[in-house]
């Protein structure tokens, strides 16, 4: 039931963009996503809900897709701050059992 | 103030040896958890505690025993210490509904020897 993500890792250079999708093979109510720095917690980022539209804040935003059952993390003109490893989370329903992803290493070069 | 702490941060003993982890809150949250992260960095769930009730118990060895003595505590036992138990071990809490997300504490890190 673990969701999973793609790509598994990459690196990129300040200023350039990435995307993160998280795929589930059930039906989803919510996807949540984090960061987690090496040696950190994870942090949580953002929510989205069924029926709810897109989120962002700053330079990342995220997209629920209900019918295929997908979201995406967009980060935008990355920043050094935005290395760590990204998890996307998935619930079927409120307060259901919820999984993390099998997580994207993202890598921010000078 | 910390939200959710959790000690100790690490954790060193032998095999066989029994060992506890402790958390709490200070969020107001009632719900708690507690998540198990391998070398490959996946997170599984291994516990969730909803008002003090058992919600979530996911396939871990019966070694491990949660105990929440309120809504703002969560503690992880663990008995009879096994290598493949060497993990870092965080603890959580969020509402029931989880929409303002999980809050997770620094984690600890557990080495078997």
């Known amino acids: 039931q673990q969701p999973v993500q793609s790509p598994q890792a990459v690196i990129l250079r300040e200023g350039e963009d990435a995307v993160i999708n998280c795929s589930s093979s059930?039906?989803?109510?919510?996807v949540h996503w984090y960061r987690q720095k090496h040696g950190e917690a994870p942090v949580f980022l953002m929510i989205?809900?069924?029926?709810?539209e897109q989120k962002g804040h700053d330079k990342i935003s995220a997209s629920f897709n209900e019918k295929k059952q997908q979201s995406s993390l967009y980060l935008t003109a990355s920043q050094l701050s935005y290395s760590g490893t990204y998890f996307c989370g998935t619930a079927r329903t409120t307060g259901n059992q919820f999984y993390f992803g099998t997580g994207t290493s993202l890598t921010v070069i000078p | 103030d910390t939200a959710v702490s959790q000690t100790p941060k690490y954790l060193v003993t032998q095999m066989g040896n029994d060992k506890s982890i402790k958390c709490e809150q200070n969020?107001?949250?009632?719900?708690m958890y507690w998540y198990k992260q391998d070398s490959k960095k996946f997170l599984k769930i291994m516990f969730s505690?909803?008002?003090?009730?058992?919600?979530i118990n996911e396939t871990v060895p019966n070694r491990f025993s949660p105990k929440s003595p309120d809504k703002a505590h969560l503690n992880l036992h663990i008995n009879s210490l096994e290598l493949g138990d060497s993990a870092v071990y965080f603890c959580?809490?969020?509402?029931?509904?989880?929409?303002?997300?999980?809050?997770f504490g620094s984690g600890t890190r557990l080495t078997v020897v």
């Open positions: 505690y909803n008002n003090k009730e058992l919600i």
């Open positions: 989205l809900l069924k029926g709810g």
């Open positions: 969020l107001g949250h009632d719900t």
């Open positions: 059930k039906a989803l109510y919510s």
């Open positions: 959580a809490s969020s509402q029931w509904t989880g929409e303002y997300g999980y809050t």
